[in-house]
């Protein structure tokens, strides 16, 4: 696999991403410029670097997609599985800002942290966290029938998250990572609670378009930190700040 080094003026990042629509991952910021990678060549834009990575493991990995015949459905042990029962809440994973999330925390999640899920609805990012090696999860959402069914998958997934009403403010004590797929007028109002709850991770999903994007970027910037990557799916987006791994 290529993997593409490019560096522009940081003004010019957000109406490059609405145009290529791929993930970029954020290398650097010097001044005003910004450097970063992408595993596809943006065309009309001359890379500053080119570089091979090895990872034919992986796709050798990837090949082995599940066998569905009937209500039985065959996997490599590998892969993770999470389990969601349909349901009135948000949360299936066919969304764009969950896919984006599910990816993001594949890249964030460490072998026993603490994480925080806002605005859980079904539970998918929770147990997803908890499949991924987290210790602690603890999942909240205002809605109490998506509590209810955060509580009904994470019995499924026969995991162990605490799921309970209530939002960031209300929250004591500090999380490794802080995960939220919520939008950006709930994040105008909660992004300082969130914020003071995390230890420095976070991933931020249900952004729509540069607007929103542009609109986090400066939220962020007012409380002193810098997104350092970003996921798209279908102009929708999701942000990763802190320590994300590549
Ligand atoms: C877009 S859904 C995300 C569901 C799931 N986490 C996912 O990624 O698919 C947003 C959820 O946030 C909840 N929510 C909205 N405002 C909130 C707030 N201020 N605090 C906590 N949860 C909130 C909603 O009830 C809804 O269940």
């Not at 969601?84 to 594949?106: D, E, N, V, Y």
């Not at 999860?137 to 026969?158: G, P, Q, T």
């Not at 990572?177 to 939008?183: K, P």
Request: net charge negative.
């Amino acid at each position: 696999m290529r993997r593409f080094l490019y560096r522009i003026p940081e003004e010019d990042l957000w109406e490059l991403l609405l145009d290529k629509k791929t993930p970029v991952e954020v290398v650097a910021r010097e001044g005003d410029l910004i450097t970063f990678a992408t595993y596809e060549p943006l065309e009309g834009l001359e890379p500053i670097k080119e570089e091979e990575v090895t990872e034919d493991w992986k796709s050798w990995k990837e090949s082995f997609g599940p066998v569905e015949v009937g209500d039985l459905v065959v996997l490599p042990p590998w892969k993770k599985v999470i389990l969601i029962k349909p349901g009135m809440a948000f949360g299936t994973g066919l969304h764009p800002s969950t896919r984006i999330c599910l990816r993001a925390l594949q890249d964030t999640v460490r072998e026993g942290d603490s994480v925080l899920d806002v605005g859980t609805g079904s539970g998918i990012l929770a147990v997803a966290s908890k499949v991924l090696g987290a210790r602690r999860v603890l999942a909240i959402d205002v809605s109490e029938e998506a509590v209810r069914e955060c509580r009904e998958n994470v019995r499924l997934n026969r995991v162990e998250v605490e799921c309970r009403r209530g939002k960031p403010e209300e929250i004591d004590g500090t999380f490794d990572l802080v995960v939220a797929n919520l939008d950006i007028s709930v994040f105008q109002e909660e992004l300082k609670h969130i914020v003071r709850v995390s230890k420095g991770r976070l991933i931020l999903s249900g952004l729509y378009g540069k607007e929103d994007l542009r609109r986090i970027e400066d939220m962020l910037k007012d409380q002193g930190l810098l997104v350092c990557r970003i996921y798209e799916e279908e102009n929708w987006f999701c942000v990763g700040v802190g320590d994300v791994r590549s």
